[in-house]
């Protein structure tokens, strides 16, 4: 029996723990500049996994803890892959007591949804 292999990650695959470029840059130009505004008390990268179902985990880029006491998880992308995009979904109807954000960085500048 044929089995068709699932499609690999498109673009470079980092180690665990690494931040990619678009990470990197989404922490100096809008984390960083939140947290010396004080209105960002911490953030971390990959520091949470949720469990969203038996055997599927999703891994947020950023734990954002807002000076409020609000936590919010960032999502960092370049694109969207479908399951990135209902990963992100059912986590937030999942823990709906946490503000999921994903962040583009698309003409020039970051474009945000909230979920």
């Avoid at 960083?32 to 469990?51: C, G, N, T, W």
């Avoid at 937030?92 to 583009?104: D, H, I, K, N, S």
Wanted: overall charge positive.
């Amino acid at each position: 029996m044929y089995t068709k292999k699932r499609p690999r990650a498109r673009g470079k695959t980092m180690p665990t723990g690494t931040m990619n470029g678009l990470e990197s840059r989404y922490v100096r130009e809008v984390l960083e500049p939140r947290r010396i505004a004080e209105d960002v008390f911490s953030y971390d990268f990959e520091a949470i996994k949720l469990r969203l179902a038996k055997k599927t985990f999703y891994t947020p880029d950023f734990v954002v803890v807002r000076s409020d006491g609000a936590v919010e998880f960032h999502e960092v992308k370049g694109f969207w892959e479908d399951d990135a995009r209902v990963k992100i979904k059912v986590a937030a109807a999942r823990f709906p007591c946490f503000l999921f954000v994903a962040a583009q960085h698309k003409k020039k500048q970051w474009q945000t949804e909230e979920f």
